[in-house]
């Protein structure tokens, strides 16, 4: 299996679990950030106590920009020109990213009564998107 298999099987193991503001915790919840951070520990691209923010990911992979996304890209949202969201494209239209809570998703519950969670959604295209390859295979 190669890194990107390995990388788009994880995220997808994660489909449906609570979105939590700060959250990098696989039974809790995660948000954005969190979410991509835990997919990039299982292929080593990222150590086990490391915490980072969307923005922190984009500079960390900003030379592998791309034009386009493909699955396994990480597909960034930006505002002010800073990564204020990050997601895991799954094919060039769609992604995977813990998404629809804020700073007051801080429960289960509260993730339940935002719908906030893991799931997968169109890309919207616009000048607030840009891409990058996280892996090398």
């Known amino acids: 299996m190669t890194d990107q298999q390995i990388f788009?099987?994880?995220a997808w193991g994660f489909l449906g679990r609570p979105y939590i503001w700060g959250?990098?915790?696989p039974m809790r919840g995660f948000d954005c950030s969190g979410f991509v951070l835990e997919c990039l520990k299982s292929?080593?691209?990222a150590g086990y106590n490391v915490d980072m923010t969307a923005e922190d990911i984009r500079q960390k992979f900003i030379a592998r920009a791309t034009q386009a996304?493909?699955?396994g890209s990480l597909v960034f949202w930006l505002t002010n020109g800073k990564a204020t969201h990050i997601e895991i494209a799954v094919s060039p239209s769609f992604s995977i990213g813990a998404s629809g809570?804020?700073?007051a998703t801080q429960t289960v519950d509260d993730a339940?009564?935002?719908n906030a969670y893991v799931k997968v959604r169109p890309i919207q295209r616009g000048g607030f998107i840009t891409y990058a390859y996280?892996?090398?295979?």
């Not at 996280?134 to 295979?137: F, G, K, L, T, V």
């Open 23 to 25: 959250g990098d915790d």
């Open 69 to 71: 996304a493909v699955e």
């Open 101 to 103: 809570g804020g700073s």
């Open 8 to 10: 788009m099987k994880v």
């Open 112 to 114: 339940i009564k935002q």
């Open 43 to 45: 292929i080593g691209l």
């Open 134 to 137: 996280p892996h090398n295979s």
